[in-house]
């Protein structure tokens, strides 16, 4: 079992910045793909970004790329997300998440660890 907690989130006027956590505790954390994943109300999870188990890696989707940044540090068993320049829309629940394998990695289906979510908010 792997216990995944975000922290980070809040609210913040757009073009801000926000860094969220997420702490793991259970099995080896470097052993884990970590991904974050949003959800805005009404809408279905998307996926922003992932990083593979040594942080050599990393997947942004298209719609955050150049604002947001993953990372992770494996001695503190945190996977980071960095959010420059936020805009309204960007504002969601954000979930990290982990999974054994690289590949599929923006897929939402194929983790099998998951937080609890914070909420980011980007007032305009």
């Known amino acids: 079992q792997v216990q995944l907690v975000e922290s980070g989130g809040g609210l913040v006027q757009a073009g801000g910045s926000l860094r969220l956590s997420c702490a793991a505790s259970?099995?080896?954390?470097?052993?884990?793909?970590m991904g974050w994943f949003r959800q805005a109300p009404g809408k279905e999870r998307q996926f922003v970004a992932a990083?593979?188990?040594?942080?050599?890696?990393?997947y942004v989707a298209d719609s955050v790329k150049g604002r947001f940044t993953i990372s992770r540090d494996n001695a503190e068993s945190t996977a980071y997300l960095q959010m420059n320049s936020l805009v309204p829309e960007d504002t969601a629940v954000y979930y990290c998440?982990?999974?054994?394998?690289?590949?599929?990695?923006?897929?939402?289906?194929?983790?099998?660890?998951w937080g609890q979510g914070t909420q980011v908010t980007v007032s305009s």
């Open positions: 990083i593979s188990d040594n942080g050599g890696t990393t």
């Open positions: 998440a982990a999974r054994s394998t690289w590949l599929g990695a923006s897929r939402s289906d194929g983790y099998d660890y």
């Open positions: 259970g099995r080896a954390f470097s052993r884990f793909t």
